[in-house]
């Protein structure tokens, strides 16, 4: 089992705004990152530190973090914003890489 | 800017190793604190970490893969690569190789993957 936890699905209406979550013990120091991923893609890097998008990313995207949960926040989800939000972190010895469960994002 | 690619065979018998190479263009290998990874991603599941190298030699394994799996990098050809031995149908995925970078500040760390190679579908089968 994952040492992040998401939730398996959200919802979101298209124009509203959808908070994603990732708990985990390791993001009390741990900043985490976010991919994005389509059907039939590999995943892509949206989020990662404590709030940076790398160029290319829309800024309707951003990252939070507070306590063991990491957030990522999309302010007036698209269509295209439909897909697959993996977060990303340590492990609790901090020298291994996990990987959240994923979250199917859904625009309505 | 950089770009990776996975190759190797698509299928693989049980009980056998899987191989995979991962060629980076567009930059060294060498360059900056940047470590190599492999990722996989079985139909319809999440992400599993496999492991990383660092151009110095150091890895790190998924304790859940680490008596299977070795990472090497050949700084010379500007790849890494990746051997799963003893492979069953539970190992069949897309293998993603990608790059990474970890930082660390006063109170926090932190780190990312990118960019990903494309991804290659390696099925374990008789």
């Known amino acids: 089992s994952s040492e992040l936890t998401q939730d398996p699905a959200v919802s979101v209406a298209l124009g509203q705004t959808v908070r994603i979550t990732c708990q985990g013990d390791s993001l009390r120091s741990y900043y985490a990152s976010w991919y994005q991923q389509k059907p039939g893609q590999a995943p892509v890097l949206v989020i990662y530190?404590?709030?940076n998008r790398p160029s290319g990313i829309p800024d309707r995207f951003s990252g939070s973090s507070s306590g063991n949960t990491a957030s990522l926040t999309i302010t007036g989800a698209q269509a295209e914003d439909e897909a697959d939000y993996y977060c990303?972190?340590?492990?609790?010895?901090?020298?291994?890489?996990?990987f959240g469960g994923g979250t199917k994002l859904t625009v309505l | 800017q950089v770009q990776l690619q996975e190759s190797g065979p698509g299928l693989v018998k049980p009980s056998q190793t899987l191989s995979l190479t991962c060629t980076v263009s567009g930059g060294s290998i060498s360059s900056g604190s940047y470590y190599w990874s492999w990722i996989r991603q079985p139909a319809g599941k999440g992400l599993e970490w496999i492991g990383r190298i660092y151009t110095s030699g150091s890895t790190n394994y998924n304790p859940s893969l680490k008596s299977r799996v070795t990472i090497s990098v050949d700084t010379s050809k500007n790849q890494f690569s990746l051997k799963l031995s003893s492979v069953t149908a539970a190992d069949t995925a897309v293998y993603y190789c990608?790059?990474?970078?970890?930082?660390?500040?006063?109170?926090?760390?932190?780190?990312?993957?990118?960019?990903w190679g494309q991804g290659t579908l390696v099925t374990v089968s008789s």
């Open positions: 990608a790059r990474g970078l970890e930082l660390s500040g006063t109170l926090n760390s932190w780190g990312w993957f990118d960019p």
């Open positions: 990303n972190s340590r492990d609790s010895s901090g020298n291994l890489v996990v």
């Open positions: 530190g404590k709030n």
